[in-house]
């Protein structure tokens, strides 16, 4: 919970007893409307979608982003500088511009390349339409957010005093020591909180992929609306889905934060 201005006391959280009083109500509604009930139980099966492409892309990410902060504090210049460029150039495009260049140039570029390759060393070659539109989204969820979260990992391990690396040093501690020991548990502090923004950011940015038709939370209801013609019903589900997702991982983030602060003082 936020601290009141001045104080270390923090704000009761009537926001959150608002939207839970919210949701509360509309699901008491929607158990007596059988078009909410129809249009409910159709977009329950977008939610596990939903959930993988985050999950995965957002691990994916990670994994990268924290490559490519280590390459950008790298004590070789042509690593900082092919870190800087990617950066760069992923921060400045938008989500769904990355979506739609992954999905029709690079992974059809892809499959070229692995087909040149397959014909030399004898094997099968692949289509195409083999590269699933889920993986495409992935990809390009991970490629776009990797570039973000880059910058988290980045301030936090800049973040710990150089006077701690030294020590560290001093103490005949190796590279990879130092980070595990002594720069990740202190950059964490400084890490989780943007990190938690991020993969509150990926789940709402995941409905992007349902403009390749990949059948998540969006792209269920929109054929659902387009069938029945009920949009005000099927888009409030839609949207209380997606609320119901980010207010709980929100709240599970923050609790995650406070052991991490309590753990690493």
Do not use: C
């Amino acid at each position: 919970m936020t601290p009141r201005p001045g104080t270390d006391k923090p704000d009761f959280p009537w926001w959150l007893i608002a939207i839970v009083a919210f949701t509360g109500l509309f699901i008491f509604q929607a158990l007596d409307d059988p078009i909410y009930q129809q249009v409910s139980v159709k977009l329950i099966k977008g939610v596990k979608i939903t959930v993988f492409v985050t999950l995965v892309g957002f691990f994916l990410a990670s994994v990268l982003g924290l490559l490519l902060a280590v390459a950008s504090l790298s004590r070789f210049q042509i690593l900082r500088q092919l870190a800087r460029f990617y950066t760069e150039v992923l921060r400045g495009l938008p989500i769904l511009v990355i979506l739609l260049y992954v999905s029709f140039v690079v992974a059809p570029g892809l499959v070229q390349g692995w087909n040149y390759i397959a014909e030399h060393i004898g094997l099968d070659p692949i289509r195409t339409r083999d590269f699933t539109f889920l993986w495409r989204a992935i990809i390009a969820l991970t490629l776009g957010y990797s570039a973000f979260i880059s910058e988290v990992f980045r301030a936090g391990i800049l973040s710990v005093e150089e006077g701690q690396v030294e020590a560290a040093k001093a103490m005949g501690l190796n590279g990879w020591q130092r980070f595990r020991l002594v720069v990740f548990p202190q950059a964490i502090r400084t890490i989780m909180p943007p990190l938690g923004n991020d993969f509150i950011a990926m789940i709402k940015d995941s409905s992007l992929v349902s403009v390749l038709g990949v059948l998540d939370i969006t792209q269920i209801g929109k054929v659902t609306a387009a069938g029945n013609f009920r949009y005000f019903e099927t888009y409030n589900v839609v949207a209380m889905l997606y609320l119901t997702l980010t207010v709980t991982l929100s709240l599970l983030l923050r609790k995650l934060e406070t052991k991490l602060r309590g753990k690493y003082p």
